[in-house]
């Protein structure tokens, strides 16, 4: 399984999203321009011009005419997928972190960083079908938890919020009315900051990953604990197989951690687990720095990990990889 190198970005990368179709991956990278490519080939395809701050976070409309990008410039922006132009523009008092469209794409979740004063916080604006029609009007505000919340996803329906970040507690929110609805257990969920959360395809689970080392499987209705997954460093990225009972694990310390003769030189590795039996079943080598987004053809037959190293490594699995026994 010979990776495809996509070298396009100056900074490290931040976040990975394929379209529906798995045709189109977008990219996002601390250097301020989200990037498109063809996800068979790695060609590079355009860039999205106009954040002047990182951009953490990405989501892309079901019929792949809508990009939505959030950014530390505190603004999260609407695109349009095939001419690159800017749609609109969500300005807010912090920088802008997760982004997320809900079922039917007429709305969209972003969270927003604590700021000197200001509290994190879930926002949730409609999404008008004519960009001229777009306003920056909150039909909810969620305030609240202590530190960043560095993920929001819809749960089923777009009933629920699902939230997670530096404060170790996944909680699910009602979308209507911003009560909260549950939030995990101590004694069952993480110890440190979850980085990453990534919902199966179905919707029915999502995983999340931690500075504590482990990844974690939960129930999207009920916040039960289903699955752990644990490996030997801290955990920023995570993603789950829409074909086979895998997930996929990435990470390695941060950035100040890493000492400059270190022997593990290209040796950041994608871990795959087998979703059930908890167990290692392999990895995939190649970053020279920690991984810090992974995602999952929406077929299943390819994943690709972008790296602090600024580089997307596109990797199409080989027809053994369908058969693994564990």
């Not at 629920?160 to 969920?189: F, N, P, Q």
Request: glycine share 10%; proline share 4%.
């Amino acid at each position: 399984m010979r990776p495809i190198l996509m070298k396009g970005h100056e900074r490290p990368l931040t976040f990975l999203k394929y379209n529906r179709e798995g045709d189109l991956l977008f990219s996002c990278a601390k250097d301020h321009t989200p990037t498109v490519w063809f996800a068979d080939n790695g060609e590079r395809l355009g860039t999205y011009r106009g954040h002047n701050g990182a951009v953490w976070c990405c989501d892309v409309s079901r019929d792949s005419t809508r990009l939505i990008t959030g950014s530390a410039d505190q603004s999260a922006k609407l695109w349009n997928v095939q001419t690159g132009t800017q749609l609109f523009s969500f300005n807010f008092d912090s920088p802008a972190r997760a982004v997320d469209f809900g079922v039917g794409d007429d709305l969209a979740v972003i969270t927003t960083d604590p700021f000197i004063e200001l509290p994190s916080a879930i926002h949730v604006k409609r999404i008008s079908k004519d960009p001229s029609e777009q306003t920056a009007k909150s039909l909810l505000e969620i305030r609240g938890p202590v530190g960043r919340i560095n993920r929001a996803v819809w749960g089923p329906l777009n009933k629920t919020i699902i939230s997670a970040g530096e404060d170790a507690v996944v909680r699910m929110w009602d979308s209507e009315t911003g009560k909260l609805i549950k939030e995990s257990e101590k004694e069952t969920g993480h110890v440190k900051a979850i980085t990453s959360l990534s919902k199966s395809a179905d919707g029915s689970h999502f995983l999340t990953g931690s500075v504590d080392h482990s990844a974690r499987l939960w129930d999207t209705r009920t916040l039960t604990l289903i699955k752990t997954y644990v490996t030997e460093r801290p955990v920023n990225a995570v993603a789950i197989s829409p074909l086979l009972d895998h997930v996929v694990i990435g990470g390695g310390q941060h950035a100040v951690d890493v000492t400059t003769t270190d022997r593990r030189a290209g040796k950041f590795e994608a871990k795959f687990f087998h979703k059930i039996l908890q167990e290692e079943i392999g990895g995939v080598k190649g970053h020279f720095g920690p991984i810090n987004a992974l995602a999952f053809n929406p077929d299943g037959r390819s994943f690709s990990s972008g790296g602090e190293d600024g580089y997307i490594r596109l990797h199409h699995f080989d027809p053994d990889y369908f058969h693994i026994k564990v």
